[in-house]
T-cell receptor, first 114, second 114 residues
Framework: SQQGEEDPQALSIQEGENATMNCSYK?????LQWYRQNSGRGLVHLIL?????REKHSGRLRVTLDTSKKSSSLLITASRAADTASYFC??????????????FGQGTILTVHP | NAGVTQTPKFQVLKTGQSMTLQCAQD?????MYWYRQDPGMGLRLIYY???????DKGEVPNGYNVSRLNKREFSLRLESAAPSQTSVYFC?????????????FGQGTRLTVV
């Protein structure tokens, strides 16, 4: 099964609104990453948060990590139509034989209406 | 800066045919990955290679083989293609520096097995 589970599966908002996506994972992690994918193209890395960090910002992106709940959230503020894409969380496992393995959630499809 | 290059971009195979998907990265990364993405689903890990000379199975390895030819190249082989292997295949690479870094993705190979 997928290491990461995301919700909602789809999110539809108006330009200017904030978008929040959540991700849960199952095992201990080295870090958790968020990616964006436009229309079946390659994934583009957005932001990485390490297991000893609780919050990180990058431009209009804010990521939080709660290792006690094994969950993360991605907030996009002041959304734009160009933010329309699929967003995936991916976790890097810590330790054991799976060290370094990058495992993805099923993604959230975000639609931002002009 | 080429990053991660996958070939071919598109391929149609008949059931039972074999083919190799090629992937090369020019970022001197140690870790490389092969994923498949099916409609409405996230990326599922087929195989990964933590470093040159090592490979390990991911979530969905059946029907595939891989070769880490050198540090730059990681190929995925379908020995006897089946319709269930119709998918978009992505190659990615990453590095370990105080923990694993973000992954860089190729543009994908759209494979149809008829």
């Amino acid at each position: 099964s997928q290491q990461g589970e995301e919700d909602p599966q789809a999110l539809s908002i108006q330009e200017g609104e904030n978008a929040t996506m959540n991700c849960s994972y199952k095992t201990s992690i080295n870090n958790l990453q968020w990616y964006r994918q436009n229309s079946g193209r390659g994934l583009v890395h957005l932001i990485l948060i390490r297991s000893n960090e609780r919050e990180k910002h990058s431009g209009r992106l804010r990521v939080t990590l709660d290792t006690s709940k094994k969950s993360s959230s991605l907030l996009i503020t002041a959304s734009r139509a160009a933010d329309t894409a699929s967003y995936f969380c991916a976790s890097v496992r810590a330790g054991g034989t799976s060290y370094g393995k990058l495992t993805f959630g099923q993604g959230t499809i975000l639609t931002v209406h002009p | 800066n080429a990053g991660v290059t996958q070939t071919p971009k598109f391929q149609v195979l008949k059931t039972g045919q074999s083919m190799t998907l090629q992937c090369a990265q020019d970022m001197n990364h140690n870790s490389m990955y092969w994923y498949r993405q099916d409609p409405g689903m996230g990326l599922r890990l087929i195989y990964y290679s933590a470093s040159e000379g090592t490979t390990d199975k991911g979530e969905v390895p059946n029907g595939y083989n891989v070769s880490r030819l050198n540090k730059r190249e990681f190929s995925l082989r379908l020995e006897s293609a089946a319709p269930s292997q119709t998918s978009v295949y992505f190659c990615a690479s990453s590095e370990y520096f105080r923990g694993y870094t973000e992954a860089f993705f190729g543009q994908g190979t759209r494979l149809t097995v008829v």
